[in-house]
């Protein structure tokens, strides 16, 4: 099994910036990506970003590339999500998600794709 713990959210202004981590914890945790999903009240979850966790390949929405930045720390077996600019639609409970299967970028973009999961922070930015 394996755990999955985030942190770093807050109440931010419109243009400021905050961190997220996703520290990842369990028996032998190995995992092919991690991504950052977030839901909105009324809102269905989106995807946010992704990284394949030895490659380091990165994958974003369009809403939030060039302003939030996705990363990993092997040796922590955390992820973190810069987010910078941020906007007042980034508003949300951000989650955290771990895959031990091998996707497409596309299907990384997938709710479905993930099978463990933080149980999400809040991010709240006012104007």
């Known amino acids: 099994q394996v755990q999955l713990v985030e942190s770093g959210g807050g109440l931010v202004q419109a243009g400021g910036s905050l961190t997220l981590s996703c520290a990842a914890s369990?028996?032998?945790?190995?995992?092919?990506?991690m991504g950052w999903f977030r839901q909105a009240p009324g809102k269905e979850r989106e995807f946010v970003a992704a990284i394949r966790w030895s490659a380091g390949s990165t994958y974003y929405a369009d809403s939030v590339k060039g302003r939030f930045t996705i990363s990993r720390d092997n040796a922590k077996n955390t992820v973190y999500l810069q987010m910078n600019s941020l906007k007042l639609e980034d508003t949300a409970v951000y989650y955290c998600a771990a895959t031990q299967r091998i996707y497409t970028s596309d299907l990384l973009r997938r709710p479905d794709a993930y099978n463990y999961w933080g149980q999400g922070t809040q991010v709240t930015v006012s104007s």
């Open positions: 369990g028996r032998t945790f190995s995992s092919a990506a």
